[in-house]
C-alpha cells in the first residue's frame, strides 16, 4: 500500500491509499477517485510533504550540493577556495615584482628594516624561528600562504 496526498481542482487536499503507484495513475485517469469535499473527480497528486508528523513541509534537496555539506559547510568551503585562489594571486604578484632572495629573507629584511639596503621588494622563505625574530625587531614581513617555507 501506498500513501499520497492528493488534491482536487478546487485545492482541497485528502490523503489517498492505493496498491501502488500504477493503481494510483489509473484511478486518477479513469475519475475513480472523488474528492471527498466536493465530490470532483480531477485529482492530482499534492506536493508530498516528508515530514508530516511534525507538519512541516521541507524544500528538496535538489539545489544542494551533491557532496552532502550543509548550506553554511559549503559557503565556507566557497570562501575557504576564494581566499586560497586570491593568495595565490598574492603570491604570483610578489614573485613576479619582486626580488627572490630565497632562504636570505630574514638577513635581507631586516637589512631592508635597519635601512642598509634598498627597499626594493623581496619574497624568500624564513624558518619558524627567523620569523619570531623578525617579528620581535619590528621587521615587517608577510607570510603568504602557500609559498614554500623552509622548516627548521
Ligand atoms: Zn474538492
Not at 44 to 53: E, F, G
Not at 57 to 64: G, H, L, N, P
Not at 69 to 81: C, F, P
Not at 93 to 119: L, M, P, S
Request: net charge negative.
Amino acid at each position: 500500500m501506498i500513501l499520497y496526498k492528493l488534491q482536487c481542482c478546487d485545492e482541497h487536499s485528502f490523503d489517498g491509499w492505493f496498491r501502488d503507484g500504477a493503481t494510483y495513475e489509473r484511478q486518477a485517469r479513469t475519475g475513480q477517485i472523488e474528492c471527498p469535499y466536493c465530490g470532483k473527480t480531477e485529482i492530482t497528486k499534492a506536493p508530498m510533504a516528508p515530514n508530516i508528523a511534525k507538519g512541516a513541509t521541507r524544500s528538496t534537496d535538489d539545489d544542494r550540493p551533491a557532496v552532502g555539506l550543509s548550506t553554511s559547510e559549503a559557503r565556507a568551503h566557497q570562501v575557504a577556495k576564494q581566499i586560497l585562489e586570491a593568495a595565490t594571486k598574492a603570491r604570483e604578484y610578489v614573485e613576479e615584482n619582486f626580488e627572490d632572495v630565497g632562504d636570505k629573507f630574514a638577513d635581507e629584511a631586516r637589512a631592508i628594516h635597519y635601512g642598509e639596503r634598498e627597499d626594493g621588494g623581496i619574497y624568500g622563505q624564513a624558518s619558524e624561528t627567523e620569523e619570531k625574530e623578525l617579528e620581535e625587531e619590528g621587521v615587517d614581513f608577510v607570510r603568504i600562504p602557500g609559498s614554500n617555507r623552509k622548516n627548521s
